[in-house]
């Protein structure tokens, strides 16, 4: 390599970036979502191909990979956000608490209550905070407390920032702060899990910063699977780490430093340091 090749190495690319080990030791060994053999097409657009998948419950699970290679389409199957997707077929087994979230019997609405999911960009609804963080207490029939909605307030970071104004929009926070009102909004319901599509793909960094910190805190009672393009940020945060390249293929799985500092496949070596993707 010349003096002049700025090629990340494995190493290079996420140094001091690998999450602490203590928090994964303390962790649950349990797999709490589990596919099997899982295949997914858009119409005649395979977007998921053949995909075993076991994720621990109350760790931090990333899911990596170039565009297109079927990450949230993984994360979509896993709380049934694809059944909204006309064209959208799937095959295999998708289990949750070991119960196949594609059987007959399996209420897709009940499924979403244990199953939270916050987005790419911040979608606050255009009402108060306060009524916000309520609105999916109320649309559990569930009772609304000034206590519960402060407590998912600093759960997410968010109750120091907010307190004093929670009759004001939504739409006024900042986009950081509204991203972290989504994520109150979601666990105000206690679900067990939190699927996160790319959340701080549009917030500035310190904002990013602010949502990576509150990861690694919300990882000690749900479970986190998060979609991100920013490998330095799956490597940050993350206990184990799922690489989906072309064609919808889970090419590799396995603990976050072993995916970044030893991978066994030359293609996920490749898409790590920046020679495609």
């Not at 609405?109 to 109320?138: C, E, T, W």
């Not at 590799?252 to 996920?268: G, K, L, S």
Request: aromatic content about 6%.
């Amino acid at each position: 390599m010349s003096d002049t090749d700025t090629t990340p190495t494995i190493s290079t690319a996420v140094e001091g970036s690998i999450s602490d080990t203590d928090r994964a030791a303390s962790a649950s060994d349990r797999d709490v979502i589990e596919s099997r053999g899982l295949d997914v097409h858009y119409g005649d657009v395979q977007a998921l191909q053949d995909v075993d998948l076991a994720i621990p419950e109350r760790r931090v699970t990333a899911i990596i990979g170039p565009s297109g290679c079927g990450k949230s389409t993984y994360l979509r199957c896993i709380n049934r956000m694809n059944d909204l997707v006309e064209a959208a077929t799937i095959e295999g087994e998708l289990l949750f608490d070991g119960t196949d979230v594609y059987g007959e019997d399996v209420d897709p609405v009940a499924l979403r209550r244990r199953i939270g999911m916050v987005f790419q960009h911040p979608n606050p609804f255009p009402k108060s905070i306060y009524d916000n963080v309520a609105y999916g207490l109320r649309v559990q029939n569930r009772k609304v407390t000034d206590e519960r909605v402060r407590t998912a307030l600093e759960r997410a970071a968010l109750w120091e920032e907010v307190n004093d104004q929670l009759e004001t929009s939504a739409l006024d926070l900042s986009g950081g702060q509204q991203q972290r009102l989504c994520i109150a909004r979601a666990i105000a319901v206690d679900p067990d899990v939190l699927l996160m599509d790319e959340p701080a793909s549009a917030l500035d960094p310190i904002a990013t910063s602010k949502i990576e910190d509150l990861i690694e805190e919300l990882a000690e009672d749900y479970t986190v699977v998060i979609v991100t393009h920013n490998m330095q940020q799956a490597a940050r945060i993350s206990d184990r780490t799922a690489v989906f390249l072309t064609g919808g293929e889970l090419v590799e799985y396995d603990d976050t430093q072993t995916i970044f500092e030893n991978p066994a496949h030359d293609r996920v070596e490749d898409y790590i340091t920046g020679k495609f993707g």
